[in-house]
T-cell receptor, first 114, second 114 residues
């Protein structure tokens, strides 16, 4: 039981390049999320998904796209990277446990855009 | 809309002394509340959660938090700090209408001095 995994762990991009971050979970959770973490700002929700084939915008969706073609996978895409997207990206999934939903996080992806 | 305020961005304590990390939330209902811990260059780990079952919640590693509806607070405490507690801590509240959507505080960095 690996929980939530993310690939890659580190990536450096040049401005204008594209990339896809992959998140996978093996807990059969319906909900999955992508967050970005910047110093002093906590975690901010980029996009989330309430089930296979569905996605929704979070607080900071601009410049990102997502897809949930399979229940266990949630992909985050950057079509044209900008230095402002330098951040640490966390994927999470959530499931019901002891009266409430709680989130399980991946280890993060550190992205630098130069 | 829900929001979470962590009142201190940095807290410094000596090893063996009590820890208090403060969190206030704004909500017109009784939400689910969580504390997560993030050690340097790691993902987020759930410390404890409140789900209306009991106002005093015990978590892992000796941490506990008390839900006070009248004060809209959910402060995190530990009687005696350990060096391994040095980390960043996040207070999180669930969305009023969608219990699978969460809002993060900006984080409190705990420094533990020997």
């Amino acid at each position: 039981n690996a929980g939530v995994t993310q690939t890659p762990k580190f990536r450096v991009l040049k401005t204008g390049q594209s990339m896809t971050l992959l998140c996978a979970q093996d807990m059969n959770h319906e909900y999955m999320y992508w967050y970005r973490q910047d110093p002093g700002m906590g975690l901010r929700l980029i996009h989330y998904s309430v089930g296979e084939g569905t996605t929704a915008k979070g607080e900071v969706p601009d410049g990102y796209n997502v897809s949930r073609l399979k229940k266990q996978n949630f992909l985050l895409g950057l079509e044209s990277a900008a230095p402002s997207q330098t951040s640490v990206y966390f994927c999470a999934s959530s499931g019901l446990k002891l009266l409430s939903y709680e989130q399980y996080f991946g280890p993060g992806t550190r992205l630098t855009v130069t | 809309a829900q929001s979470v305020t962590q009142l201190d961005s940095h807290v410094s304590v000596s090893e063996g002394t009590p820890v208090l990390l403060r969190c206030n939330y704004s909500s017109s209902y009784s939400p689910s509340l969580f504390w997560y811990v993030q050690h340097p260059n790691k993902g987020l780990q759930l410390l404890l959660k409140y789900t209306s079952a009991a106002t005093l919640v015990k978590g892992i590693n000796g941490f506990e938090a008390e839900f006070k509806k009248s004060e809209t607070s959910f402060h995190l405490t530990k009687p005696s700090a350990h060096m391994s507690d040095a980390a960043e801590y996040f207070c999180v509240v669930s969305d009023q209408y969608n219990f699978n959507k969460f809002y993060f505080g900006s984080g409190t960095k705990l420094n533990v001095k020997p």
